[in-house]
């Protein structure tokens, strides 16, 4: 089993910043991606940043510019880093991790428990 650890999040006001880290533990043989969604209440949970084992980077439109995900392999971490918050970042935010726990065995797709994240105005 593959467990996330989320740590990170909180209140700030508009133009602040936050960071967001996820470790992942457990029996992992690879890990494929990992990456944060988040979702506000009433909507759908949707993809803010997700970066693979080639390192290549997707982000959702909305936070191009001002959001900045890495990850370490060799810790199995990801990290997010908000700059720039507005109010309509406000929203519970997840971390995801894909990969394979042996090299015969299926992928797996964990979630953390969620982080808040609020933005006052």
């Known amino acids: 089993q593959v467990e996330l650890v989320e740590s990170g999040g909180g209140l700030v006001q508009a133009g602040g910043s936050l960071s967001l880290s996820c470790a992942a533990s457990g029996r992992i043989f690879m890990l494929v991606a990992m990456g944060w969604y988040r979702q506000a209440p009433g909507a759908q949970r949707e993809l803010v940043a997700l970066v693979n084992n080639g390192g290549a980077i997707n982000y959702a439109d909305s936070v191009k510019g001002r959001f900045t995900i890495s990850r370490l392999n060799a810790n199995k971490s990801v990290y997010l880093q908000m700059n720039s918050l507005k109010p309509e970042d406000t929203a519970v935010y997840y971390c995801?991790?894909?990969?394979?726990?042996?090299?015969?065995?299926?992928?797996?797709?964990?979630w953390g428990q969620g982080t808040q994240v609020t933005v006052s105005s």
């Open positions: 995801n991790a894909r990969g394979y726990t042996n090299y015969d065995a299926p992928p797996f797709d964990s």
